[in-house]
């Protein structure tokens, strides 16, 4: 698909839908076509920023996402209130098109990192609260929902 408009005017990208996100930017469908590299390729026109400042939010079914990685949502974070890199245990629910949970054993250079992915809430807070009732040092707290988990990338 061709972008036109805004900061990825001209841009080649993979995907499709009604709106894609790109940069943090809106595109949406259009009926027109433009040519690049000798193909037709649908135009997605940029959605101009509303009179509050920002792009209207679609529904989630009408975004196709553009990333390399795919967003993630920190929908629940607890951590046992230990600081200790052999004794601290972080756990997440993270909701992708999945619903992921994370738990990690240790501190984020040397720690363990285990994840499970589940179909539902109701099956990923299953598992969350067996890992928050395992026998562990300290107590359990949830944390702030902003906190990005962590990494399953080496390096």
């Known amino acids: 698909m061709l972008l036109r408009g805004g900061p990825g005017d001209g841009q080649v990208v993979p995907g499709g839908g009604e709106t894609v996100v790109w940069h943090a930017c809106l595109y949406d469908f259009t009926s027109e076509y433009g040519r690049r590299g000798g193909r037709d390729l649908p135009v997605y026109r940029h959605r101009p920023l509303g009179w509050w400042g920002r792009h209207p939010i679609p529904t989630a079914q009408t975004i ?16 046992n209130g230990i600081w200790g890199r052999l ?38 807070l299953e598992m969350i609260n067996r890992l928050l009732r395992a026998d562990s040092a300290g107590q359990w707290r949830e944390q702030d929902r902003g906190t990005r988990p962590p990494t399953t990338d080496p390096g």
Do not use: C, I
């Open 64 to 79: 196709e996402r553009m990333y390399d990685h795919p967003v993630q949502e920190v929908v629940q974070r607890w951590w």
């Open 87 to 124: 004794t601290r245990r972080d756990v997440w629910l993270v909701r992708e098109t999945r619903w992921t949970v994370m738990a990690r054993a240790g501190d984020t250079e040397s720690g363990k990192l285990l994840r499970w992915e589940f179909g539902s809430e109701p099956e990923a």
